[in-house]
């Protein structure tokens, strides 16, 4: 049995323990309608990380306990499982082009959970890709983990603020002697080069990407 499998049964059996309405749960989630709810139990899909903690929080048990143990005969949970308490908290800056520049964003629009053991060095933060540009490795709707800095390598991927800091944009950096060019991986985008009409400044570097299925 899989993990969609234990959630789908144990969020059910949870929500009828506690005598809570599928759209009630929807509501305390933020959700508008309890179909989300009805779609999580049917085995559909499984919600993100961040809506998976809430729940968990909401029943008074762990992530763990939610996603890959059978609740409704209390199996114990297996001791190299991950515990919430061993989560980190990433904030999601909104969201970054792969395309066209878009308006910059800074303002926290959610969080993403990530194990302790698992984060990298440095300040990081996620964006949500948008745009079709840097396919076929990231994917409109992906959440990039980005760490702050000023500079990358040539060949790596950067989040950079364009036309005067008002735009943001994901792109493979290449620096060609004096000349550095902003490259996307679809080849039916032109790269953009950075000159002193058209400056740039990279604001982090790209170390992850997930996506959502």
């Known amino acids: 049995m899989n993990e969609e499998y234990f959630f789908a049964n144990n969020l ?12 009630e749960l929807a509501e305390e989630l933020g959700r508008k309608s309890g179909s989300t709810v009805s779609d999580w139990e049917r085995g559909k899909f499984v919600p993100r990380i961040g809506t998976l903690s809430q729940i968990a929080e909401r029943f008074n048990i762990s992530v763990n306990d939610l996603m890959r143990t059978d609740l409704t005969v209390h199996t114990p949970i297996a001791p190299n499982m991950i515990e919430v ?7 999601v800056l ?14 926290v629009s ?16 996620y964006l949500e890709a948008q745009g079709d540009s840097m396919e076929p490795k ?23 603020l364009v ?15 004096d000349t550095i060019f902003l490259q996307a991986l679809n080849e039916a985008y032109a790269p953009y080069i950075i000159t002193k009409e ?16």
């Open 138 to 160: 990231i994917y409109n709707g992906s959440f990039v983990l980005c760490r702050k800095q000023e500079d990358v390598e040539s060949g790596e991927i950067a989040a950079v």
């Open 85 to 91: 308490s061993e989560m980190v908290k990433i904030p």
């Open 163 to 177: 036309n005067g800091d008002e735009q943001t944009t994901l792109k493979k950096v290449i620096k060609q002697g």
């Open 94 to 107: 909104g969201t970054i082009a792969c395309g066209e520049p878009i308006d910059a964003i800074e303002n």
């Open 198 to 213: 058209n400056p740039a400044r990279i604001v982090g570097k790209a170390l992850r990407v997930e996506n959502e299925l």
């Open 12 to 23: 059910k059996y949870l929500r009828r323990k506690y005598n809570i309405e599928q759209q």
């Open 110 to 125: 959610e969080y993403r959970l990530m194990p302790k053991d698992m984060k990298p060095s440095g300040e990081l933060f």
